[in-house]
């Protein structure tokens, strides 16, 4: 089980391990979102490098009246308005089934990323994108990272990390990563973010998932099924 320490490994190694678990995810999830900030805003001056611009022109040539409504209705999956409600529910189930750590790891994942999403926007203050018109009412916060990319990436990943193992993980996965990549891909295609803006989010928020996992499970001896009593 990853995070148990062997039979022989003494109280502080095991300590070691524990702490390098949490602390190398998180450095490099703040490695990864430094080093964006400084490559889309350097020296505090924000511009639009070619692998941003060259994403939205590529949108941009993809817009179609049918692809245009169902990116709009998809990039709701990456909205607190959603994710909250479905955490909460994820949440209560594992609590009512004796698994009240991994609750409060769901939740924190979630409100955790979009905190820290929000909080580096505030640091980095790139403005939206504007080479194209924005296919929905462009929001009133800043870019950098993509707010909706970090908080589903951050649920997937937690949600995933709290599944059984066993046949029915394997597609859970690909289905979570398939929904984290189309809220993604909304996000360019909507014209509300660039492209790095979307990875800076997907990455930072697994980085922050991974640490916090270790955090505060690190020390579960076992990981029973969803749903399952311990």
Do not use: N
């Amino acid at each position: 089980m990853l995070f148990m320490a062997p039979p022989a490994t003494s109280r502080a190694a095991w300590s070691g391990w524990l702490a390098l678990a949490i602390l190398l995810p998180w450095s490099l999830a703040l490695l990864v979102l430094v080093a964006g900030a400084r490559w889309v805003c350097p020296d505090g001056v924000c511009a639009v490098p070619a692998f941003d611009r060259a994403g939205l022109v590529l949108a941009g040539g993809w817009r179609d009246p049918v692809l245009d409504t169902a990116m709009a209705a998809v990039t709701w999956l990456g909205s607190l308005f959603v994710l909250l409600p479905l955490a909460a529910w994820a949440a209560w189930r594992l609590a009512h089934t004796g698994r009240s750590r991994q609750a409060v790891f769901l939740l924190a994942a979630l409100l955790g990323a979009s905190a820290l999403a929000h909080a580096a926007k505030l640091w980095v203050a790139r403005p939206r994108p504007d080479l194209f018109p924005a296919l929905v009412t462009m929001p009133a916060d800043l870019s950098y990272p993509s707010a909706h990319s970090m908080q589903a990436a951050a649920l997937a990943l937690a949600l995933l990390l709290v599944a059984p193992a066993g046949r029915g993980r394997a597609p859970l996965a690909v289905m979570l990563a398939g929904t984290v990549a189309l809220v993604a891909a909304s996000r360019i295609h909507l014209q509300v973010h660039f492209p790095s803006d979307v990875f800076a989010g997907v990455l930072v928020a697994a980085g922050w998932v991974l640490g916090l996992r270790a955090l505060l499970l690190g020390r579960t001896a076992a990981r029973p099924r969803f749903g399952e009593a311990t």
